[in-house]
């Protein structure tokens, strides 16, 4: 008798955040990510929304990636009465207790809509204790007829590709694709003879600048904030993006290509995974652990000070330009960033340096689109200081790698389902899969299902 698995596509489509699949298949009701939708704060409203599903009725959840958007609804999950088994490799794992006690700082001071209650300590300790980490490769037998694998997604420490394959069937949910080749990662895995793909699309319409360029413009960035004694604000992701910029820095300073001058990493979530960083090492691209055999730290040189308390943080203004200052969040929503925005913004000597994707209606989308002023934590502020740009340090694949990851698996792919991505974004990529590798590929909508025969 003719087998089926059905997709319902509950988040993560017509936007870059929120991923939210649901994969029924055997009887078996698995859920792959739960995380928040991001935009102008670091959780909009429509996250309180009900699941569009039965959350106790929700047997597996499997986790890609320890960002937000994409493991930030697990303590919705849990309040609403989850009790299955969440599946991640074991780097997400170890990175996924601080990133929930991060998001719950913040979100559980609001009360109004109960927030303290979903994102409390009990709800994350739960959670971590049905969590399960896993090496990548290995296999994870759901049912008799179903298995399950990670596969090395190359975006962030521990980033997986999620392959079930179900009678002769095999079906990857790609989570978020990396900007391979890394500083500090290995390169996105192939996957072979896969038949159904649910892939990202966050620069499915455009592509970035080369790892060569990009360490060019990061030096040329920091010599010209250098020469105007500003100071040079870096907003970033405290998961990644931190560390793989800390590397550089790193190689930088080593080799003399920048002026010595105070390096402030001022964010305690990314001072608290880099440790987690050390732990799994051997996870890491072989550059990087060569480097953390010979260096001892991966993430330490002369200059660089981790600002841990927020007395230290204060402080940063007290010392004399020219200076950096590393802070989350990458788009601007929250973390100590802002209040070095409102503080550094108006002067013309200081330089913001945007090396991630921005949200639509973010703050840090609107200075990239060059607002003049900007509203950041509830105060209207002025900007005169250089923004700068530079794409090459996103975690995502450019448009161009998205299609070679593709064309690498178009022997066998009967249908390709393009997802987290802002609509002109993966529209154009769908156009671009047809045209070019003449694929099968549409956009699903939120609330689309899908059944696949198997």
Aim: charge should be negative; include cysteine; proline fraction near 5%.
């Amino acid at each position: 008798m003719e087998k089926t698995a059905k997709i319902t596509f509950c988040g993560g489509t017509g936007s870059v955040t929120g991923a939210n699949f649901l994969f029924e298949v055997d009887g078996k009701k698995i859920l792959v990510d739960c995380g928040l939708t991001q935009g102008t704060k670091v959780a909009d409203d429509i996250n309180w929304d009900p699941f569009p599903y039965d959350s106790g009725q929700i047997d597996t959840l499997f986790i890609t990636h320890a960002h937000v958007d994409h493991l930030g609804r697990v303590p919705k999950l849990i309040s609403e009465g989850f009790r299955g088994k969440i599946y991640s490799t074991e780097p997400t794992r170890g990175l996924a207790g601080p990133m929930l006690e991060d998001t719950a700082g913040i979100l559980s001071k609001n009360t109004e809509l109960h927030l303290d209650k979903i994102y409390s300590p009990e709800n994350i300790k739960l959670a971590l204790s049905l969590w399960q980490g896993f090496k990548y490769h290995e296999t994870i037998k759901i049912t008799p007829n179903l298995e399950v694998s990670f596969w090395d997604a190359g975006h962030i420490l521990g980033s997986a590709m999620v392959l079930f394959s179900y009678n002769s069937k095999r079906i990857l949910f790609t989570g978020d694709l990396g900007n391979s080749p890394s500083p500090i990662l290995p390169d996105t895995e192939i996957v072979p003879n896969v038949d159904y793909l649910i892939m990202e699309s966050v620069y499915g319409d455009r592509n970035h600048e080369s790892r060569d360029d990009r360490i060019k413009f990061l030096e040329e960035t920091i010599e010209d904030n250098y020469k105007r004694k500003g100071t040079l604000i870096i907003p970033t992701f405290s998961l990644e993006r931190s560390q793989e910029l800390l590397f550089e820095l790193n190689s930088l300073v080593e080799n003399n290509r920048i002026p010595v001058m105070p390096i402030f990493l001022d964010s305690p979530l990314a001072i608290r995974l880099t440790e987690v960083f050390k732990q799994f090492k051997s996870y890491l691209n072989e550059n990087a652990q060569h480097a953390m055999k010979s260096d001892k730290y991966l993430f330490d040189f002369p200059g660089l000070h981790s600002t841990l308390k927020s007395e230290e943080s204060k402080m940063i203004g007290n010392v004399t330009n020219p200076k950096i200052v590393i802070a989350g969040s990458g788009m601007s929503t929250g973390g100590r960033v802002v209040h070095h925005e409102r503080h550094y913004l108006p002067d013309p000597n200081n330089t913001l340096l945007l090396t991630g994707y921005q949200a639509v209606g973010s703050p840090g989308r609107l200075i990239q689109e060059g607002v003049k002023t900007v509203r950041i934590t509830g105060e209207d502020v002025i900007v005169r200081a250089h923004i700068v740009t530079i794409f090459g340090y996103s975690g995502h694949k450019d448009s161009d790698g998205l299609m070679a990851f593709v064309e690498n698996m178009s022997e066998t792919l009967k249908k390709v389902f393009v997802v987290m991505g802002e609509p002109k974004s993966a529209m154009f990529l769908v156009q671009k899969l047809r045209d070019n590798l003449g694929i099968n590929a549409s956009a699903p909508e939120q609330g689309d299902s899908v059944t696949i025969v198997c």
